[in-house]
Each structure stands twice: as C-alpha cells, then as structure tokens.
C-alpha cells in the first residue's frame, strides 16, 4: 500500500541543490535548518526498490528468471525489499491472472504484459480497450494514471476548495468518476485548439495536459507497434471504434483495475453520504479532489461500488486514489467468482441484516415480491456482496462474463485482437447498459472521432437468454490463460442442435452469435 508521508532530506540531497556554490568550486551554501538536524539526517534516501511498488519489477523478474521465485531473486539485490512487499506484488499479478495461482509462472496475459513499459493495471487497459474497440479514450486515461502529477491546481484555503469541489461536480455532470472527469477535460482542451486560455476556470495545469498528450501518443504508438493489431486493414480506426460508448470506457478501466474495488456501505438507513469498503474489508474515503467526493446517495443512483487505481495512506486516513462508481452487473463481469443460488435457497436475514457485509445495498423485500420464485442472488468473490436480480438476468451476466474471460485470453494468447469477436462486444456493450448502435458497420472499422466522446447514449440494462445447466468456473482457472501450452482451435457448433427454445434461441443468436461458449454449456448438461 502506498504511505504518503512527509520526510526530511538526505545529506545527498542537501549536497545535490548547493549548485555550483560549494560543489563546482568554492561558495557558501546556507542550508536553512539546524545544524543538529543537519547532522542526523541519513547520508542518502531510501532506495526506490524499498519503498514502491514492485508488480511492474516482479513481473520483469519472471520474463527473465522464470523458474525462480520473485522473493529469491531479490534477495540477492544489494537493497533487500521486505518480503510482505515482494508477496503483496506477486499476490496482485496473480489476481490479474499475469501468474499462475500456484507454481509462479508467467501466463499469456503475464507476458503480454510483460513487454509493455508499463504498470501491468496499465497494460491490461490497453489490452482489453483494444478488444474492445475504445483505445482512444482509455490511453487517455492510462496517460493520466501514469503521470505523478495531479492535472489540478489545487487551492489551499478553505472557501477555495469548496469552490474547487463545486467545479468537478460540474464538470463530472453526474457520471462520479475520476476517470472519465480527467477524459472529459482532455478531450475539451484538445477540441478548443490547445488553447492556454481554455483551462477551466484556472482550476488545470497546462503542463500537465501536454505531458499527458505526450504520454499517450507513446502508449498509443506502443499498441500500434505491437503484433496485437496484425491482421487489420485499418489498425487504428478498429481499435478505437466504439471510443463514443461510455459504458464500454469505463468497463475496460474497471476490468483492468480489478480486484481494486470497494463497496458502497452506509452505516445507517437514513445516511446520506456513503463509505467505501474495500474488497480486504478496509474502509476508505476519497480526496476532496475526486469527483466522488461529497455525493450523496440520490446523486450516486444505481452505483453500488466504486474500483479505484491506488490507494494511499495519508496522515489522514486511507484514501482511494483516481475511483470510478459503477453498477453492480459491471462489477459482476469481472469477478474472479461468481455463483448464483436461487433466492428461496437463501437465508432472508440476508437481506433484512443492514449491517450484514453481504447484505445488497439496494432493498428488497420478498414478502412483497410476486416474482420471488424467478429471482436469484450472485454472490460475489466467495460472498463478500450479494445482488439480487431475475434468474434469466443472472444467467446472461454468467455466461456473457465466461465468453468474455474465453475469448480475451484467446485473443491474448494469440496475440491478435481481432480473435475478440464484435458480436461479444456488444453483448457486452448491451449488458453493462449501453447498448451499441446497430447500423454501425464494423467490417468496415469505420473509426470514431476521438474528441467527440461525449454523447448520450440509449439507457437502461440488456437482458438476454435464458442459459440451463451452466457450472461456474472460479477466473484464473482457464488453461487458456493459466498454462503455456498452445490455445485450443474456436470450434463452432451448429446452432440448431443447441437445446433452446424457438424463442431463446432467437434472443441468443441476436445478442451474441454463435459464440464457443455455446459449445461449452453444450458439454456440460
């Protein structure tokens, strides 16, 4: 976990800003603290390796030494980094499926990632966002994760940071993400021309803005160069075609991030503003420069959780750093696991305990619900959340997630993202809640224009067919991504011969094709 602290300096640093006054040749240097605090202080700072995070060194460590452990390589380094870092870092890359849960290995993911110079969360973004079709947008979001720099000027009195805080709520417009706050304003500061006079009120640094424009040109140019896009006529069109769906946008960022997810929790019925519990059971708030800062229940709507890039502990407190709030089927599509129990098979004191970690956030009484016997309970990670939803909902969220998990690692494997099919983007796209628009032709890849990612887009949850015998399988367990052997063939079976209805055959051949998870469930009843 990142502890941001305040320190003094070393003596090498002392020595290093004398300038030429005593390091070049002889001057008087004044050093404007005590000579007694001059002299306890260390004669250099603390290597990096000591104190950041190392799943991006881990990860190198594996391409290189892949038999060996990460905690034994490092060991022979000159600067030991505590173990629990070293198995924190190793513990991540293992949840984003970049190593194997058991022997340590690199996986395909693993070594995707691993040629990319960038964080691995980094690196999945950019993936993922190419399978589905938003680059454009999320390297402008991975270009703001990567800067150490905040793109606001920040206010230091007490009636500037209310007025700080009134500006991202107008800017955000209801959307509570950090992320896409940071896109929107980038967008607006390309389309005004790179105009120094349009900065928001004054509230953005400028610099900050054309080093994150720099930035993304290089991790743009980092997936064009890669064989990821071999195979297309027009790479970079393809990969950006759907960059005007928000909802996609914001999944692949949270698909990325994963598992960096908090719950919405609020300790008494009548609370207004929420608390955000972390998947490790630690609660958290956010900066007051987050656009999450200071909502309120009514303004957070259907958002049940919120996925975050960093979390610092501050004199203050934990915080959650760059969060994003998104709904609980979002969350459900990148769970590691997901089970799903009929509802009269579950305690009612589940949804009756508020105090309870599983118990929904949104209420439900099944004495007054007619349709109980068609409703069904996903629990997430083992039963850390519940959420509450039809069965034929609950079914689609499963097998949608599962044919996901399926082709992503195909397209990983084999290095190609035109593996991904578009017919699953847009089941994706129609689940989340923003459905595509249909009349796009996509075998044209018929690119969008990416300053013009803000437009409104139809509302409300997709549904689809009704799946039967269907057995979860807990992520990370795929030979596909968790073995090196080679990836298995697609194998297409005939639609007809699937045991579906008239009806659900319809509904599942226009909202997801004839995808190979079809297949799978076939095997499997």
Known sequence: MMHLSTSLISKANGRQRCGRAGRCREGVCFHLLPRLTYEMLPEFQTPDILKAPLEEVCLNLKALKPTEACVDILRRG??????????????????????????????????????????????????????????????TIAAFLSSKSTPFMLPEDQKGKEKFIKFIHSIDGGRCSDHLLT??????????????????????????????????????????DSTLLQGLKNPTKYVSRNSKNIGLVRFAALWSCYPKIASLEYAKKGDVQPHFLCWDDKFCQTFYTSALCKKRRKDLKDFAFVFYFERMLTEAGLRLHDATAVTPVEVALCLRELTLQPIKKVSPDLFSNGKHRMTPLFPFTILQDDRRRDMGVLFFDGGKKAFVTSMRVAKTIINVRDCMDYYLAL????????????????????????????????????????????????DGPGEGATMTNYNTVPRGTDSLSDSGESAPEIEIIDFDSFPLSEEERRVVHIALGGLTFLDRCQSSS
Not at 104 to 109: A, G, I, K, Q, S
Not at 188 to 213: F, I, M, T
Request: glycine share 4%.
């Open 411 to 458: 397209s990983i494997a084999k290095a190609r993202v035109v593996l991904f099919p578009d017919p699953l983007v847009r089941a994706i796209a129609h689940t989340v809640g923003h459905p595509l628009n249909d009349t796009t032709d996509c075998n044209h890849f018929i690119g969008s224009d990416p300053s013009n990612t803000w437009t409104d887009e139809c």
């Open 78 to 139: 000159m600067d030991v980094p505590l173990e629990c870092s070293v198995s924190h870092a190793v513990t991540l890359l293992k949840n984003i499926c970049a190593l194997t849960p058991d022997t340590e290995r690199l996986t395909y993911v693993g070594r995707s990632l691993s040629r990319l110079p960038l964080h691995p969360l980094l690196g999945r973004m950019l993936i993922v966002a190419s399978c589905l079709g938003v680059l454009d947008p999320i390297a």
């Open 183 to 224: 896109l929107k304003i980038f967008d607006a500061w390309k389309r005004s021309g790179v105009d120094a006079n349009y900065l928001c009120e004054g509230h953005v640094d400028e610099s900050v803005l054309r080093s994150v424009s720099r930035t993304k040109s290089q991790l743009l140019h980092t997936v064009y």
